[in-house]
């Protein structure tokens, strides 16, 4: 049975960081790429960042400068480190696992998590 699992997820002041981390389980982590979205109320599910199986990184202009995707094949483990959060960084964050990113792009999650809110308010 596969299972993403994210956690890190809370509430916090504008200016400040988070980290969520998602866990998979069921799956050959290091043959996905893996990746990180967001859905605001009323939004549609958005891209935040993605990492290949080979390291390469893709991100929002959004978050650019802000936000940090890694991933920890021995603990098939993937974090999206957040600083410098924005009121508009409020959502429900995703993490999913893909396949073939570099040649078909991002956003055909072959597994999702069940989401992690994040809010950010003072």
């Known amino acids: 049975q596969v299972q993403l699992v994210e956690s890190g997820g809370g509430l916090v002041q504008p200016g400040g960081s988070l980290r969520l981390s998602c866990a998979a389980s069921?799956?050959?982590?290091?043959?996905?790429?893996m990746g990180w979205y967001r859905q605001a109320p009323g939004k549609q599910r958005e891209l935040v960042a993605g990492?290949?199986?080979?390291?390469?990184?893709n991100y929002a202009d959004s978050v650019k400068g802000r936000f940090t995707v890694s991933r920890d094949n021995a603990k098939n483990t993937v974090y999206l480190q957040m600083d410098s959060l924005k009121p508009e960084d409020t959502a429900v964050y995703y993490c999913?696992?893909?396949?073939?990113?570099?040649?078909?792009?991002?956003?055909?999650?072959?597994?999702w998590g069940q989401g992690t809110q994040v809010t950010v308010s003072s």
């Open positions: 069921g799956i050959i982590f290091s043959i996905y790429d």
């Open positions: 990492i290949s199986r080979g390291g390469r990184t």
């Open positions: 999913d696992a893909e396949r073939g990113t570099t040649a078909k792009g991002w956003g055909k999650a072959d597994y």
